[in-house]
């Protein structure tokens, strides 16, 4: 029996991706219809809308693969139905919330009644396949992509088209990260603001990224909800499917050649879509180079200094830089190697290193202006490790044997040892004590509470305060130093609590004949 039940899913399985044309273009347009109906729209008329297309999809999808639509499962389809129309009766929230959860819940009990016999399982079992459903949800998210991948390569009369769909393929891409990139770049930036803050002042990248991201949900989960159902035996046990519980698909990459058939996408997907981003990013860098590196000053916004200038936008590029690091291995692990593409990702490379100096210099400048914080010295850190191993991927984009992992770990391991003796809080204290005569009372505040240690203690006794009230708060942050580590013994010796303590003593001793401590 258990056996029967594997080969079925197997065949299941196969079925779906054979007809990937059917499954998948269902999909796609589920996604269409999902995005129109939910976008910023939980409780409009298109909400019952979509569930009970969701729900002809089902039927569809069931019919496809020969499963007919039981009789009790008619009750489910109206629940949901029901549930669907009061949330277009109401405003409140929590109607809403718990409608949505409702419909979800019916449906996955209305798809497993139709593919298990659910009868014999009791309440704790059913929870337990409920869970496990889940979990194998989560782990059919790429089937859709997996399949379509086979699909096309298998497609002769596609492979003919294959340079056209890898072009349009990559453009997406390319939009894609241009929704997450261009506007971190025109918020850091005024002079690529003001050079295409009008040609872009129309277009609404948050919206264009949220309505991408509803759609992507729209298209992969159903087809990785069906998916899952037909590769897990519910009706078992055991853990496994047809296609094994580690989540490959059916006919597609074996465990040890996933990395190798992963590199056998067409790189034109890749040369399109970082072709694109690499205008974009040469423009950006041509002008951190004229206006923030060489300081012309020239074309600035009215009422903006350069040191306003400088000072602006290193989150965003600091956020940019990480999704370019992200974007480079990508391209590096999935599609086959072509020398083009090595050339743009190194342009890419390079235009992330003009980021990271471009992130660096406007910290320093910000470092300048407002002294320096445990946070700021460890962002500074970040970039450097940041341009390490950005360092280390060009690297390998020439080279093929190079242990990029292995140095990805040196690197972050060394640079964090190093970062860990340095004792930051220390660095704080002695460069913001040393540019004293600018700061406030509130500066030396955050010294004294705003840290996590008591590293710069014997820095701080250093200063001489000319203010009773201040004298006052540095007196009593001692006095809570010298009490909290009375009779330091041998288990809990710490060079840094250590010399706090010595700092302590030795600036209560020096003050305890003082008049305002009597």
């Known amino acids: 029996m258990w056996r029967c039940c594997l080969m079925k899913e197997n065949m299941l399985i196969m079925k779906i991706r054979d007809n990937y044309k059917y499954f998948g273009g269902m999909s796609l347009a589920y996604g269409f219809i999902f995005t129109f109906c939910l976008y910023k729209n939980i409780s409009g008329v298109t909400f019952p809308l979509c569930v009970g297309i969701t729900i002809l999809f089902a039927i569809l999808f069931m019919k496809k693969i020969n499963y007919r639509i039981m009789k009790h499962s008619v009750p489910y389809i109206v629940g949901m139905m029901l549930l669907g129309i009061s949330s277009a009766y109401t405003t409140s929230f929590f109607m809403h919330f718990f409608n949505t959860a409702g419909i979800l819940l019916l449906f996955m009990v209305f798809m497993i009644h139709q593919f298990y016999n659910d009868y014999v399982w009791n309440f704790t079992a059913y929870l337990k396949r409920m869970g496990i459903l889940t979990g194998t949800i989560l782990q059919s998210v790429p089937y859709l992509y997996w399949h379509g991948g086979w699909f096309f390569s298998k497609n002769k009369n596609l492979r003919k088209n294959n340079t056209l769909i890898a072009v349009v393929i990559g453009f997406i891409s390319a939009l894609a990260v241009l929704c997450m990139t261009l506007p971190l770049l025109l918020s850091s930036d005024l002079i690529f603001s003001k050079l295409f803050g009008r040609l872009l002042s129309h277009i609404n990248f948050a919206a264009l990224f949220w309505v991408s991201v509803t759609f992507i949900i729209g298209i992969t989960l159903p087809y990785a909800f069906f998916t899952a159902l037909c590769r897990y035996n519910l009706n078992s046990s055991e853990e496994g499917s047809g296609s094994g519980s580690m989540g490959i698909p059916e006919g597609g990459y074996l465990p040890g050649e996933g990395s190798r058939r992963m590199r056998d996408l067409d790189p034109v997907i890749g040369i399109t879509c970082t072709s694109i981003v690499s205008l974009i990013y040469l423009t950006y860098c041509a002008i951190q180079i004229m206006y923030l590196f060489m300081g012309m000053q020239i074309g600035l916004p009215e009422n903006v200094t350069y ?201 209560l001793e020096e003050h305890k004949g003082d008049k305002f401590y009597q």
Do not use: Q
């Open 307 to 507: 040191a306003e200038y400088a000072r602006r936008g290193f989150w965003e590029l600091l956020f940019v830089s990480v999704i370019n690091f992200i974007m480079i291995l990508l391209c590096m692990y999935l599609f086959r190697e072509n020398i083009i593409l090595k050339v743009i990702l190194s342009i890419i490379c390079g235009c992330t290193f003009v980021m990271i100096l471009s992130s660096g210099y406007r910290m320093m400048m910000y470092v300048r202006e407002y002294y320096l914080t445990f946070l700021r010295i460890l962002v500074l850190w970040f970039l450097i490790v940041l341009a390490l191993i950005l360092s280390g991927m060009v690297v390998s984009l020439y080279k093929k044997r190079f242990p990029l992992f292995h140095y990805i770990v040196v690197v972050v391991g060394v640079m964090y040892i190093g970062f860990s003796f340095s004792r930051p809080d220390v660095i704080v204290a002695k460069y913001d004590i040393a540019h004293w005569e600018n700061m406030s009372g509130n500066d030396l505040y955050y010294l004294m509470y705003g840290m996590s240690s008591i590293d710069a203690a014997p820095e701080i006794a250093k200063i001489d305060l000319d203010d009773d009230e201040w004298d006052s708060v540095m007196y009593h942050y001692f006095l809570n130093i010298a009490e909290d580590n009375e009779g330091i013994y041998f288990r809990k010796a710490n060079y840094s609590r250590i010399r706090a303590k010595i700092a302590a003593d030795r600036y």
